[in-house]
């Protein structure tokens, strides 16, 4: 069982979920939970290191962040032994959960669950804290924004639980954000592929590391929501929504009157910044010098856009990254400037990359002109574009997030009735 921020806010949230996990093991069924730090905790906690340095030590970072997860976990801990359960929590590098060493963004490579298993059959709930780690040099690492989710999929896989339930503030995974979009539906079902796109292009109901593990890991992720009442029966009879492969799916589907949308959900994500680069030569090698030092430095590039040089051998380079990741990214081109060979940067924040995705995009065209065509009509401005076999992706101005998404979910018939 993973419980997010939102459902770890606070004393009377924390005793709601030692309810819901006492009920789970008075189902029968032996229980780890994962925690996330209480909603707004870690960003509270980001700050302090921004405001200590601009460029911070992201090991030291990863000290400060990772205390949130500390204080829920031991506080769930206390309400369960307050319910009369026994409960004990295992820090990460308690576990330990091996991670590698990319401070901040961290992969987890492993999870001794021995001393957990025994735990757990002698009857003692075990709480984990999310997004935290340990790597190779014994530092305390963290698994990047979003990262308890991963943290739940992978203690699922390493105790090789029959599920992985993720308990958040909304009943599941709806078609896009139904905090920005009222019409928007919940779907009973997602495949592990869709799940994975939506997670990579801005839908953070799943951190996109979780979704893409428990597809290699063969783990059944259901998604629903904290917010029960106290008498809610076990999980197991709870409707979220099960996060399934695409043969399992096709079997579900079989037999009932149920169809596969042709896209499946929409996502929006707002912290992506633009950077533009003018003027760099056209020449082998160029690029190269650009996106090479952001790949050392863990830094993710999205869209690139190099246009057709003129007849000066110059060309503009355009390119995304995470706003998170924005002043690393300028203070490694400007160090680079004369070795890449360009005449000036420019940034800009006030972007948002909005993506439509659905398998049914492999057998059907006109997917991406319906995309061009909707936000035409309403007057956006499209400034790049990206696609992958079952999704399209365009950057737009970030005041016009909520209304693309918007259009583009009515433009595929998604909207409820
Ligand atoms: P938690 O703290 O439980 O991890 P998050 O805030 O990380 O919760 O994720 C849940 C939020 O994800 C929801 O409150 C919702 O606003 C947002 N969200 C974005 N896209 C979707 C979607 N397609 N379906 C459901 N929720 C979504
Ligand atoms: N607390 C961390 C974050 O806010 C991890 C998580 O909640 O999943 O990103
Ligand atoms: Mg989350």
């Given amino acids: 069982m993973k419980f997010g921020g939102t459902s770890m806010a606070g004393t009377e949230r924390i005793r709601r979920v030692a309810g819901i996990v006492k009920r789970q093991q008075e189902a029968g069924h032996e229980v780890a939970v994962v925690v996330s730090a209480m909603a707004g905790e870690t960003d509270r906690l980001v700050n302090f290191c921004r405001e200590a340095n601009a460029l911070y030590d992201r ?162 992720v259901q998604v629903l929501s904290s917010f029960i009442d106290e008498s809610a029966p076990p999980a197991d009879s709870i409707p979220g929504t099960m996060i399934v492969s695409d043969e399992e799916l096709a079997k579900i589907l079989e037999g009932t009157d149920m169809e596969r949308q042709l896209i499946t959900g929409i996502a929006a994500d707002k912290n992506e910044a633009k950077v533009t680069l003018t003027r760099v030569a056209d020449r082998p090698g160029a690029v190269a010098a650009i996106f090479g030092p952001l790949a050392e430095a863990n830094i993710n590039v999205d869209m690139i856009i190099q246009n057709i040089a003129k007849d000066k051998g110059e060309t503009d380079v355009t390119f995304t990254c995470p706003q998170a990741d924005l002043a690393r990214t300028q203070a490694l081109l400007e160090e680079r400037k004369e070795q890449i060979g360009y005449y000036r940067m420019i940034a800009d924040s006030k972007v948002a990359k909005v993506s439509v995705v659905g398998v049914g995009m492999r057998s059907h065209a006109g997917v991406a002109a319906t995309m061009f065509k909707a936000l035409a009509d309403r007057g956006i401005n499209i400034q790049a574009i990206s696609t992958s076999e079952i999704k399209v992706s365009v950057l737009i101005d970030s005041d016009e997030v909520e209304l693309a998404v918007r259009v583009l979910h009515t433009a595929y018939e998604l909207d409820a009735a």
Wanted: hydrophobic fraction near 45%; glycine fraction near 8%; charged fraction near 25%.
């Fill in 59 to 220: 090991a030291e970072y990863d000290v400060v962040v990772a205390a949130g997860e500390q204080i829920t976990s031991g506080l769930l801990a206390l309400h369960l032994q307050a319910l009369g359960c026994k409960a004990r929590s295992w820090l990460g590098w308690q576990l330990p959960v091996r991670t590698d060493d990319a401070h901040a963004a961290a992969r987890i490579e492993d999870i001794t669950s021995d001393a957990l298993l025994a735990s757990m059959a002698a009857g003692e709930i075990a709480v984990i804290p999310g997004f935290q780690g340990l790597d190779p040099d014994g530092r305390v690492t963290t698994l990047g924004r979003g990262g308890s989710d991963t943290s739940a999929v992978a203690v699922a896989a390493a105790v090789q639980a029959d599920r992985c339930d993720i308990y958040t503030d909304v009943d599941g995974v709806y078609t896009t954000d139904p905090r920005i979009v009222a019409k928007a539906r919940k779907l009973k079902y997602v495949t592990y592929e869709e799940m994975l796109e939506l997670a990579s292009v801005g839908s953070k109901v799943l951190q996109t590391r979780s979704v893409s593990l428990a597809m290699k890991e063969g783990v059944r």
